[in-house]
């Protein structure tokens, strides 16, 4: 079980801001259990693209944000309960988010009652939701009324306890008549070992190299693909060009600088930007203010 406030962004920025699209690994406080929690994480200014082979159940709380799940953008209003199937690419719920918030997210085991719920007869009901996973759901308010309150005191049960809880709640998801599939057909965004192997090595490519000019070319040749081909390829997988995606980068690092005292100047050079007009312009398009207001606010925290 994790919890995170503002000061603790300092502790998982670096490993955030190595990925815009990553499988993420999911940490389990007790590796006999099939459940994983996150409790009010702080992420919203980090744009984290990422999917996992965990099914994902996710409840906020903000006065609006962005709910981005494979191909389905839209926005929501007040609160969000969405539960997301297996490898699912999905954007954290509170990305962008300005105001006060609060997020539950539950992850659980891609093969969690896989067999019993296959041949139980009382399981069915969560087997048909753990099908229907597979195209992304959001469900609506008499729902959230309904689960709200014990998804989020869940975490705070004995493991036995918190089993039985989990399974009140996916039942009473399963027989929703409120909900709507993100997904006319199921996303086929998922990656097979080829493509995440070939990420994993542009990713760690753009690690070691991010603070110096990088050419098409360079990162072309590392796939074995011409530059034109390299760019079809990379906004087909990460939903960005590659230069947003190192731009992209490049602010996340520069927000980390920034947090541990750096002036502007010097996140902008030590980011890998070679002007600080552009670099001003790109970390205002990303996080929505200016790098000065940025490092004068969380030094208010």
């Not at 965990?54 to 209003?77: D, N, P």
């Not at 009652?113 to 007869?121: K, M, Q, V």
């Not at 309150?149 to 975490?155: D, I, M, W």
């Not at 493991?159 to 709507?180: C, V």
Request: proline share 3%; glycine share 4%; net charge positive.
């Amino acid at each position: 079980m994790i919890f995170l406030n503002k000061k603790s962004l300092q502790i998982i920025i670096i490993v955030l801001n190595a990925s815009q699209i990553t499988l993420e690994n999911i940490n389990y406080e007790n590796q006999n259990s099939s459940f994983s929690w996150l409790i009010n994480p702080k992420l919203n200014d980090f744009f984290f693209w990422h999917f996992h082979p965990e099914f994902e159940l996710v409840f906020i709380e903000a006065k609006e944000g962005t709910r981005h799940v494979g191909e389905h953008i839209s926005k929501y209003y007040e609160s969000d309960l969405v539960f997301i199937g297996s490898n699912i690419p999905h954007l954290n719920f509170d990305y962008g988010i300005k105001t006060e918030y609060k997020k539950t997210v539950l992850h659980i085991k891609p093969d969690f009652l896989l067999r019993e719920g296959a041949i139980t007869p009382e399981l069915r009901t969560i087997n048909k939701l753990f099908e229907k996973s597979k195209f992304g759901i959001s469900f609506g308010k008499e729902t959230k009324i309904l689960i709200t309150q014990k998804f989020k005191e869940a975490h705070k049960l004995p493991y036995f306890e918190q089993f039985i809880s989990i399974l009140e709640i996916l039942k009473i998801l399963g027989e929703a008549e409120d909900f709507e599939l993100l997904h006319r057909e199921i996303p086929k965004s998922q990656f097979n070992k080829k493509e995440e192997t070939r990420l994993k090595v542009l990713y760690s490519f753009i690690e070691l190299n991010f603070n110096r000019k990088i050419e098409i070319d360079e990162v072309a040749e590392l796939s074995n693909l011409s530059p034109a081909a390299f760019c079809r390829y990379f906004k087909k997988m990460t939903k960005l060009s590659f230069i947003e995606f190192l731009n992209n980068y490049r602010i996340n690092n520069a927000k980390r600088l920034l947090m541990n005292a750096k002036n502007v100047s010097e996140a902008c050079f030590d980011s890998g930007f070679e002007s600080l007009s552009y670099f001003n312009r790109t970390f205002k398009k990303v996080t929505g203010e200016n790098p000065s207001n940025f490092r004068k606010n969380f030094s208010k925290l």
